[in-house]
């Protein structure tokens, strides 16, 4: 019995990796906890979000994303105006990215409840678009499905790649962009990044990608 739950505990990480190294690890990929400690030793990953809620910033699959893992994340480990990795309220199989507005025990307005101030309950954040043109229900974001929790925080973006030439620490909060300034200094491979993005541009132009 050992064995086989070796074997199949093996054959798991071989396929976690593949993705991994794909950069296309998925929010139900970090759900397993043996896998997680697996990855430990690897603090970041590659990501590409979709849509433009988040533009100016990140123009969608056009810019690649460097993410830092948060496998434990709290309110400690996230400051207001992070740039996170959260999984989809409405599927959580899928990941969403947008910046962290505030945290438990401060003070929102939602349009759920008529634009009257309320506190955030315990474990929740709120989390918003960057795009101004867009309306809240295009955004997708707490203004349209709530606060979420904080356990359904996978990561924070901590650099991003416009293009080979224009590239940089994302804008977070201070502390956070001191904090994943080192983690990126030790793990960014930039010759790594920048083939996974141009790989993208290339199967773009090809008309290759999956509509």
Same mark, same amino acid.
């Given at each position: ?6 074997? @199949? *505990?093996?054959? +798991? ?5 593949? !993705? ?9 990929? *970090? %759900?397993? +906890?043996?896998?997680? /400690? ?14 433009? /809620?988040?533009? =100016? ?7 690649? $994303? $460097?993410?830092? !893992?948060?496998? *434990? =994340? ?9 740039? $996170?990795?959260?999984?989809? =309220?409405?599927?959580?199989?899928? $990941? *969403? #990215? ?14 759920? !409840? ?27 974001? &707490? ?10 925080? #996978?990561?924070?973006? /901590?650099?991003?790649?416009?293009? =080979? ?7 977070? +909060? ?12 030790? %793990? ?5 990044? @920048? ?10 132009? &090809?008309?290759?990608?999956? +509509?």
């Amino acid at each position: 019995m050992a064995l086989i739950i070796g074997i @199949v *505990l093996i054959a +798991s990480c071989d396929t976690m990796m593949q !993705k991994y190294d794909a950069g296309q690890i998925e929010a139900r990929d *970090l %759900e397993r +906890s043996d896998l997680r /400690a697996l990855f430990l030793g690897k603090m970041t990953y590659f990501y590409r979000s979709e849509g433009e /809620a988040m533009a =100016p910033t990140i123009q969608g699959p056009e810019h690649t $994303l $460097l993410v830092r !893992k948060l496998a *434990l =994340p709290s309110k400690l480990g996230v400051s207001v105006g992070d740039v $996170l990795v959260f999984k989809d =309220p409405s599927a959580s199989n899928k $990941l *969403l #990215v947008r910046r962290l507005s505030a945290l438990e025990g401060e003070a929102i307005v939602s349009p759920k !409840k008529k634009n009257k101030l309320s506190v955030l309950g315990k474990g929740k954040c709120w989390v918003v678009a960057d795009n101004k043109d867009l309306t809240a229900k295009k955004a997708r974001d &707490s203004r349209t499905f709530g606060p979420i929790s904080i356990n359904d925080v #996978v990561g924070r973006v /901590a650099y991003i790649m416009r293009t =080979p030439q224009d590239h940089g620490l994302i804008a977070n +909060s201070l502390d956070s962009m001191s904090e994943d300034s080192a983690v990126v200094s030790t %793990e960014l491979d930039l010759e790594e990044l @920048v083939k996974w993005h141009k790989s993208y541009q290339e199967r773009k132009a &090809s008309g290759s990608l999956l +509509s």
